[in-house]
C-alpha cells in the first residue's frame, strides 16, 4: 500500500466555511493553567477555563493561517480583515466581566500599514451592548481601535494584515500575585457568530481519502488546544476507520493542589478531571460515536514530574527520580506505591464511566507499563515503597546491561510480579467500573525497552510472564525505533520473543505504527513506518493504528487505500523448463539504448535499461518425439504467454564465474550498517563503479551458501525474491557475500507453437523463443 507526504493543497476538493467557524478557533495559556474549547453548535462554542494562580491568562486563539489541519484539509490563508464584521453574543460566568479594568481583550497581532509588525489591544466592552456577563459583540475591522476609552486613547486597527485574535479571560481576582487557595473555574459561550461584509468565506480543504484500513492514536497533551470536532473532522476525512486510540497523557487532564511552596501537585482526594479536560473529553466521546467510532482509552504510570508527589517517583539506587527525556521532563509512578496505584485505578474507573456515559463500549488500554531504565542502564525500583516490598531481595543492580548474578535476576523477577500485581488491580477496577456490559482491555508494550538485545534481562522486570494471555484482551505492539532505524532482525525477533512470552494470537493483537517527532526527517520514517503499517495487516493483527494524529496533520502524511484490481491469472508458475536444452540453445543479451547522432556527426547515447534482458531460443535442445511431447505440453500448460516459468540458462547459471560451484564469498551483496537485516541476492558483471548488477530473483534455495566477513553463517533465511534475511543484523561495516545457482524468470514470445512434424522428422530444429520477465527484487 502506497503513501503520499502533502505539502500543499492542489488540485483536491475544497468546500467553503464562514471565516471564525467554531471548529477551528484554539486556546492556549502557560502552565499551570489550563482550558479547553468545544463547539456546542454549528456557530457557537465553548471555552472552559481552569486557574490556579491569580496571574493565569487564558486565550481564545482565531489564526489567519491555519497551524493545525492536515495541509489537505485547512483552511486558506486570508489576513485581510477589512471591510470585515465579526459579531456573537457573549454569555460568561466566574471570568473577569467585560465591563472590568482587565476585562475581555482582544489582542491583534499583525503589521501596520507600512509593514512594520503591530499589535493592538482593543476592550470588547468598547463594542459590546448589554450587560457584562451577557452581551453582544460586533467588531467591525475597519472601524476597530485599540485603546481602554475611545475616542480619547483610540488606537486604530490596520485590518489589512492580521496573523492572530487572541481574546484573553483571567479569573475574577486577576491582577494580584500567589496562588489560588483551589484551583477556580470560569466559562464563556460565544454563540450566534457572524461575519459579514468583504471576504466572509474562507476556502477549506475537503478531501475524503477512501477508507483505507488503518486506524489512528491521538493524544490529550498534544491536541488539548484543538476542538474534538476539528480531530474528528480531519481523521475522517484522511480514511482513518474504526477504532481511535487516545491516550489522556500525563500533563493536562488532572486537577491540582498547591503544595505550599509555589508549586502544584496531583492529589488523590481530588476528582480525575479538571472541568475543561472533562467537557473536552466528553465531547470527544460524542463526536466520535456520531461519526462512528469506537475509542480506546488510554492512560500510563507517566505523570509530568513537576506535578508528581514525590512519594509516588521511582528511583534508581542512588535515589535520583526516573525522569524521561521530554522537556519538561516527566515522572514515572511506582507500582509499589498504594496511593499512586490507588489513584491510577480512580483514573481507570472514570474513564469506563466517561465512555459509559457516551454509550460507548467499554475500551482501556494500560499503556507502557515499566520499571524506568536511566540511559546509564540503572533501573529504577528503589523508592522507599518498593525497597519495603522487596525487602531483603532489594539487592543493588549497577549496570542492566553487565551479566547480572543470581540474585540480581531474582530482583528483576520480583520486580516483574509487582508490575503485574498493579495493572491486575487496574484491570479489576476496569471489569468492576464497567459492570455487566463488560470491558475490553488493552496492554500497549514498546519492544525496544523492553526487549533491548543490550539488556536482556530487562523483560523479567518490564514484560512479565504474569501478563501472558489472557491476562488481557488485547497485546498492542509499539517499536517505531526499530522501523525508522531500519532493524528489521531486531523487529522480527522481537515480535517472535513477545508472542512467544505472552502468548497472544494475532487476531487479538494491535499494532501501532509511528512516530515522527522531528519533521525535518518526516520523508524517509513515515516511509518505513507505511511498510511497518502494511506489514502488520498482512501478518493478521486485528487493528492498526498510526501514532499519532498530530504528526499526520504537522507532515501531510496522507495514507492511501490498495487500488481496485480486476482479478487477474496466476502470472507466474515457479516449475522448470522440462527440458534440458544445453548448448544448442541461443542465448541473447539484449540492452535498450537510445542513440541520438548531432548535426556535426557526433553521438549522444542514454542507456535506457539498468539491466540486460535475456532472449531464448530453445528449439534446438528438443531432441526427440518424447520431448517435443513434453515442449507441446508445458506450452499448453503455460496458456502460451500467459504464464512464467523458470529456465536454466546454460551459459550462466551460477554466482562463481558463469558454471562454477557456488562458495560462500562470490557475491559481495551488501555492507552492513548494524541495523539492516535484509539484503538482496545480486550478481555483478564487470569490475568496479561500472559493474552491471544483476537482481537473481530466482535462486535455487538449496545452493545457496552465505558468509559476513569471510565466515560462514547459517543465521539467515531466504525469502522471495531472493532476498536474505539475517537472525541478526551483521555488524556496521561487515561484508556480506553470498553464492548460489539460479535460473531466469522467463515466458513464451509467442501464444502460438509451430512445429512441423516431417521437418522435425528431417532433423530440422524448431524455433521456440522465450523472453525474460523483469521481476521486482
Not at 199 to 211: C, E, F, H, Y
Not at 427 to 445: D, E, I, P, T
Request: charged share 20%.
Amino acid at each position: 500500500m502506497g503513501h503520499w507526504i502533502a505539502t500543499k493543497r492542489t488540485v483536491q476538493q475544497t468546500d467553503t466555511i464562514q471565516r471564525f467557524d467554531p471548529r477551528f478557533w484554539t486556546v492556549d495559556f502557560p502552565r499551570p493553567a489550563m482550558a479547553s474549547v468545544v463547539t456546542i453548535a454549528p456557530d457557537g462554542l465553548r471555552v472552559d477555563a481552569v486557574f490556579r494562580q491569580h496571574a493565569d491568562l487564558i486565550g481564545l486563539i482565531w489564526e489567519s493561517a491555519d497551524r493545525w489541519d492536515h495541509p489537505l484539509l485547512a483552511y486558506d490563508t486570508d489576513r485581510d480583515y477589512s471591510r470585515l464584521t465579526l459579531s456573537f453574543r457573549w454569555r460568561s460566568s466566574d471570568l473577569m466581566p467585560l465591563d472590568a479594568v482587565n476585562g475581555p481583550t482582544l489582542t491583534i497581532e499583525g503589521r501596520d500599514a507600512a509593514g512594520a509588525p503591530r499589535t493592538w489591544y482593543v476592550r470588547l466592552w468598547n463594542y459590546a451592548v448589554g450587560a457584562p456577563d451577557d452581551a453582544q459583540v460586533t467588531l467591525p475591522f475597519s472601524a476597530l481601535a485599540g485603546g481602554f476609552t475611545l475616542p480619547g486613547e483610540a488606537d486604530p486597527v490596520h485590518p489589512a494584515d492580521i496573523d492572530r485574535l487572541f481574546i484573553s479571560l483571567v479569573e475574577p481576582g486577576y491582577g494580584t500575585t500567589g496562588s489560588l487557595a483551589a484551583e477556580a473555574t470560569g466559562w464563556v459561550e460565544l454563540t450566534d457568530i457572524r461575519c459579514e461584509g468583504h471576504r466572509p468565506m474562507l476556502t477549506v480543504g475537503d478531501v475524503m481519502v477512501p477508507p483505507h484500513g488503518l486506524s489512528i492514536a491521538t493524544g490529550y497533551d498534544d491536541a488539548y488546544n484543538q476542538t474534538p470536532a476539528r480531530l474528528v473532522r480531519s481523521i475522517r476525512a484522511l480514511g482513518y476507520r474504526g477504532s481511535i486510540n487516545h491516550y489522556i497523557g500525563m500533563s493536562h487532564f488532572f486537577p491540582l493542589a498547591p503544595d505550599g511552596s509555589g508549586g502544584f501537585l496531583v492529589a488523590s482526594a481530588l476528582p480525575v478531571f479538571n472541568a475543561a479536560a472533562d467537557r473536552w473529553h466528553r465531547a470527544l466521546l460524542a463526536e466520535a460515536k456520531a461519526a462512528g467510532y469506537s475509542l480506546i482509552l488510554s492512560q500510563s504510570f507517566e505523570l509530568l514530574a513537576q506535578y508528581c508527589p514525590a512519594a509516588w517517583q521511582q528511583r534508581a539506587a542512588n535515589g535520583d527520580p526516573a525522569r524521561t527525556g521530554w522537556v519538561p521532563p516527566s515522572a514515572l509512578l511506582s507500582p509499589a506505591n498504594n496511593t499512586a496505584c490507588s489513584w491510577l485505578r480512580k483514573v481507570a474507573s472514570e474513564l469506563v464511566g466517561l465512555q459509559r456515559d457516551a454509550g460507548l463500549p467499554v475500551r482501556w488500554q494500560v499503556g507502557e507499563p515499566w520499571w524506568w531504565i536511566t540511559p546509564d542502564r540503572q533501573i529504577c525500583l528503589y523508592d522507599a515503597d518498593a525497597r519495603i516490598a522487596l525487602g531483603s531481595n532489594s539487592v543493588a543492580i549497577p549496570d542492566m546491561a553487565a551479566p547480572l548474578s543470581n540474585a540480581q535476576t531474582y530482583l528483576l523477577d520480583a520486580a516483574g510480579r509487582m508490575l503485574v500485581s498493579a495493572t491486575s488491580g487496574l484491570v479489576a477496577a476496569v471489569r468492576n467500573a464497567a459492570g455487566a456490559a463488560g470491558a475490553q482491555v488493552h496492554l500497549l508494550a514498546y519492544l525496544p525497552t523492553v526487549l533491548d538485545p543490550v539488556m536482556p534481562e530487562a523483560r523479567r522486570a518490564n514484560l512479565p510472564v504474569g501478563w501472558a494471555s489472557p491476562a488481557f484482551d488485547v497485546l498492542q505492539i509499539e517499536d517505531y525505533d526499530w522501523v525508522t532505524g531500519g532493524f528489521d532482525a531486531l523487529r522480527r525477533s522481537g515480535r517472535a520473543a513477545i508472542e512467544s512470552r505472552l502468548g497472544y494470537a494475532r487476531t487479538a493483537q494491535h499494532y501501532l505504527a509511528g512516530f515522527v517527532p522531528d519533521p525535518a526527517s518526516a520523508a524517509a520514517q513515515w516511509s518505513a513506518i507505511d511498510d511497518a503499517a502494511s506489514e502488520a495487516r498482512a501478518l493478521g493483527v486485528a487493528e492498526t493504528f498510526v501514532w499519532a494524529l498530530p504528526q499526520v496533520a504537522r507532515d501531510g502524511f496522507t495514507r492511501l487505500p490498495d487500488p481496485v484490481q480486476e482479478p487477474q491469472m496466476q502470472p507466474f508458475d515457479d516449475v522448470l523448463f522440462p527440458i534440458a536444452i544445453g548448448r544448442s540453445a541461443t542465448v541473447t543479451p539484449e540492452f535498450s539504448t537510445y542513440v541520438t547522432i548531432t548535426a556535426s556527426g557526433y553521438e549522444r547515447r542514454n542507456s535506457l535499461w539498468s539491466d540486460a534482458r535475456l532472449r531464448f531460443d530453445v528449439g534446438p535442445g528438443v531432441r526427440s518425439e518424447v520431448e517435443l511431447g513434453e515442449l507441446i505440453a508445458f506450452f499448453r500448460a503455460r496458456r502460451g504467454q500467459a504464464r512464467g516459468f523458470r529456465l536454466r540458462d546454460p551459459s550462466d547459471f551460477s554466482s562463481n564465474a558463469m558454471t562454477g560451484t557456488p562458495t560462500a564469498i562470490d557475491q559481495l551483496i551488501g555492507v552492513g550498517d548494524g541495523a539492516a537485516a535484509r539484503f538482496a541476492l545480486v550478481k555483478s558483471y564487470g569490475d568496479g563503479s561500472e559493474a552491471q548488477l544483476r537482481h537473481i530473483t530466482r535462486p535455487r534455495a538449496e545452493t545457496v551458501r552465505v558468509s559476513v566477513n569471510g565466515v560462514e553463517t547459517a543465521d539467515w533465511t531466504l525469502e522471495a525474491p531472493g532476498v536474505i534475511v539475517f537472525g541478526h543484523a551483521p555488524a556496521t561495516g561487515a561484508a556480506i557475500r553470498a553464492g548460489f545457482l539460479f535460473d531466469v524468470s522467463v515466458r513464451f514470445a509467442d501464444d502460438r507453437l509451430d512445429i512441423s512434424g516431417s521437418a522435425f522428422a528431417a532433423g530440422e530444429a524448431p524455433s521456440v523463443p522465450l523472453v525474460e520477465l523483469r521481476e521486482e527484487s
